[in-house]
């Protein structure tokens, strides 16, 4: 779905650093704030391959502590901190068939990839925020955190659970110092992850992925939308949250999914 987009330079001269920036919703995220003026740096384990990225590119796994720490040493010694800190990286790449089939080794994982990546982080970059009493961060979340498929979700919903939970946590603690502190919970968007997700289950299934996305979609209780979303407009969300329009937000969970959530 094509956007009407406008690139005023709001964030010209802040310095943003979006995880997982190379693909799916982190490029679209790094993308619009790129075009709002930010300077951005991106990370992920592999370069995205584009000739001339942006953005300035950190190759770091963020499951690792130590890589944590790189990246934040990185992002000190070169622009002297964050403004704006998107932690976007996440995955559900654990296996399917609930309970019986999730080993301590999966449940570590997702807690490491889907929590304790964005928490480290944080603690590194926030005492620059802090000092200069202004700054943001977002936490990208899911609506699978409120909303469990036990066959094909369990850790990963489990996870991002915890991860809305200390995001409002950290926003009661910073905001009277200056800092916000965001949720975005996207439904379904069409990225290579989701791709890969639903051709593993139309592997596993025996079946098409056109067949087990109508599934999906029917396990969910329908998208009154009809579709998924584009990347772009859940970075559209995230580029209003890190906004100067938006700094009386904070502490709050953002639902973007096409009406899916079944509830008020
Ligand atoms: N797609 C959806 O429908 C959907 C729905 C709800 C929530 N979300 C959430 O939105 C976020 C982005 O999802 P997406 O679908 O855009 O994912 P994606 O297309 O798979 O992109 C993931 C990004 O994270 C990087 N990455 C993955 N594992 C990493 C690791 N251990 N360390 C550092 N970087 C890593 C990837 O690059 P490398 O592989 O090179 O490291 C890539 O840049 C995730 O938090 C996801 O849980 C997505």
Redesign the pocket.
């Known amino acids: 779905m094509e956007i009407k987009r406008h690139f005023e330079k709001d964030l010209a001269g802040k310095v943003a650093l979006v ?8 490029k679209a995220i790094a993308s619009r704030l790129t075009a709002a003026g930010a300077t951005v740096i991106v ?4 370069p995205s391959g584009e000739a001339n990225p942006s953005y300035h590119f950190i190759a ?4 690792d502590p130590a890589e944590v720490l790189k990246v934040s040493r990185e992002v000190s010694d070169k622009f002297g901190g964050v403004d704006i800190l998107v932690n ?5 790449t654990y296996p399917g068939g609930g309970f019986s089939t999730l080993e301590d080794a999966h449940w570590n994982e997702a807690l490491q ?2 929590l304790l990546s964005s928490v480290r982080l944080d603690r590194a970059l926030l005492p620059k925020m802090l000092a200069q009493k202004e700054g943001v961060i977002v936490h ?1 979340s ?3 955190s409120r909303f469990p498929i036990w066959e094909s979700t369990m850790a990963y919903s489990a996870a991002k659970a915890a991860l809305n939970t200390y995001s409002k946590a950290l926003s009661d603690e910073v905001a009277p110092q200056g800092v916000r502190v965001v949720t975005v919970s ?4 069409r ?4 791709a890969a997700f639903l051709e593993e289950l139309a592997k596993n299934a025996n079946t098409t992925v056109e067949a087990v996305t109508g599934k999906l979609f029917e396990r969910l209780g329908g998208v009154p939308m009809g579709r998924m979303a584009a ?1 772009e407009e859940t970075a559209e969300l995230v580029y209003f949250l890190v906004s100067q329009q938006a700094g009386y937000i904070t502490g709050a969970n953002y639902v973007i999914d096409g009406g899916n959530f079944p509830v008020v």
Do not use: Q, W
Request: no cysteine; charged share 10%; aromatic share 0%.
């Open positions: 995880t997982g920036g190379t693909k799916g919703i982190g990370t992920a384990r592999h770091a796994d963020l499951s976007n990286m996440g995955a559900n990839v889907n990208i899911s609506t699978s996207p439904g379904l968007n990225t290579s992850a989701m990347p």
